[in-house]
């Protein structure tokens, strides 16, 4: 007798779920080219000590004019992408969790009002565990969001502590069964490791969680001191000790045995997915595909230029509603797009292709014999017209892509 267990289900229905995406996609592809949209939402609860990303945690007198900046950049710039239809869109921050459904839901029908977005794109929010109730994943998921990217970093109490988190160990535990009762496959868990005091055996137990709890796709970043945070000043004066660069990279490692042995790929170094939960928004920026970046401190790509808009909240809704946009732009030179394609490809299994190298610029003189060194070394793989990094390779994939540079 044949049983259907939880396990065979899951995999059964990411394979329907991939195989339709794969057609949409397909199909979508022959007709009109894709692109994503990156929507910046700079609003947090509290500053994490370790972050340096664009927020702020005093926004309650001006959350409604950002949001209705962020719309009126969406309606404004809907040409940068005319001729594209979106594949997936993105809330990033800052905490999108925070947005309350008036305000996602403004912000999406503006996206859809204005630009092409395929059927089942892949919509992604990033929700903190506080965030993460009954009530909001209903809001989400009735809205369309089909994906949560869950910051959950640590499962240590001690470690939520000092990186100032606004969750408790309790709200990391529960979010994701949570999030998968109602109805969220599509999860990714964003977790960190090379924390103080953090064994490697303890890293294991906080990869396992995440991997006992059925999560399909996840992020693991190792722990780097940003100047100007409260992180740097502890480690400058000594109140925090941050583990050398031999435990770091044994957790690396132990990152990469465990998921391997529990049936992840590493498809860019530092994400790893079952079999048809890839990030499709960050393949694609991976694959040089153009993205939309929307709000303030967002970055944009169309191929050929980067755009990114000011990281201040107010400068940039007064641009916005002034019509002098807060931005800055740097045409890429060939060189730039060349060594770019190859820094973003070698670090993913997608590898790159000669022949889109090829048409951003001649190979330099020395390339081949260079490519040989690193073959030769094991680190690269050349067939079939695509360059991509082995195993080994992967581990050292920014130095790769550097021996390769123009
Ligand atoms: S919630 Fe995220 S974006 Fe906000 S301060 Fe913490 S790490 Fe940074």
């Not at 755009?307 to 940039?316: A, G, H, L, M």
């Not at 394609?341 to 048409?359: I, K």
Request: charged fraction near 25%; aromatic fraction near 12%; include cysteine.
């Amino acid at each position: 007798m044949f049983f259907e267990t939880h396990d065979y289900k899951v995999e059964k229905k990411a394979f329907e779920d991939n195989l339709l995406i794969v057609l949409t996609f397909l199909f979508a592809s022959y007709i009109c080219d894709m692109a994503g949209i990156y929507v910046h939402i700079p609003f947090c609860r509290q500053r994490c000590t370790y972050c340096d990303f664009h927020f702020s945690t005093t926004f309650s007198s001006y959350r409604f004019d950002m949001v209705k900046a962020i719309c009126t950049e969406i309606e404004v710039r809907k040409n940068d992408l005319a001729g594209k239809q979106l594949q997936t869109i993105y809330f990033g921050g800052g905490t999108p969790s925070l947005l309350s459904e008036d305000e996602l839901v403004l912000i999406l029908d503006t996206i859809h009002a204005n630009v092409e977005v395929t059927p089942n794109a892949e919509v992604t929010l990033e929700a903190n565990p506080d965030d993460i109730t009954q009530e909001q994943l209903e809001v989400w998921k009735q809205h369309g969001v089909n994906r949560l990217s869950i910051g959950i970093q640590s499962f240590r109490k001690q470690d939520l502590e000092w990186m100032n988190r606004a969750h408790s160990v309790g709200e990391a535990m529960n979010c994701i069964q949570l999030a998968q009762s109602a109805g969220f496959d599509n999860l990714t868990v964003d977790l960190m490791y090379g924390l103080p005091d953090l064994s490697t055996e303890e890293w294991e137990e906080q990869i396992l969680t995440v991997v006992n709890n059925g999560v399909r796709h996840i992020s693991a970043y190792c722990l780097t001191i940003e100047e100007k945070t409260a992180l740097h000043h502890w480690v400058k004066s000594g109140r925090l000790t941050t583990p050398d660069e031999d435990v770091q990279s044994e957790q690396f490692m132990q990152l990469l045995k465990t998921l391997e042995a529990h049936g992840y790929e590493q498809y860019e170094v530092s994400n790893f997915a079952k079999p048809g939960s890839r990030a499709v928004h960050n393949s694609n920026y991976w694959k040089g595909e153009w993205y939309l970046g929307i709000g303030p401190s967002a970055h944009s790509f169309n191929g050929t230029s980067r755009r990114w808009n000011v990281s201040n909240n107010i400068t940039y809704i007064k641009g916005i509603q002034s019509g002098n946009h807060a931005f800055e732009i740097e045409e890429l030179s060939t060189e730039n797009q060349f060594n770019e394609r190859l820094l973003t490809g070698l670090r993913t299994v997608y590898g790159v292709e000669r022949e889109q190298l090829r048409s951003i610029r001649e190979f330099p003189d020395d390339f081949e014999s260079r490519l040989e060194q690193l073959k030769d070394a094991g680190w690269i793989t050349d067939e079939n017209g695509w360059i991509y990094t082995t195993k080994e390779g992967k581990l050292r994939a920014d130095y790769i892509a550097s021996e390769l540079f123009c």
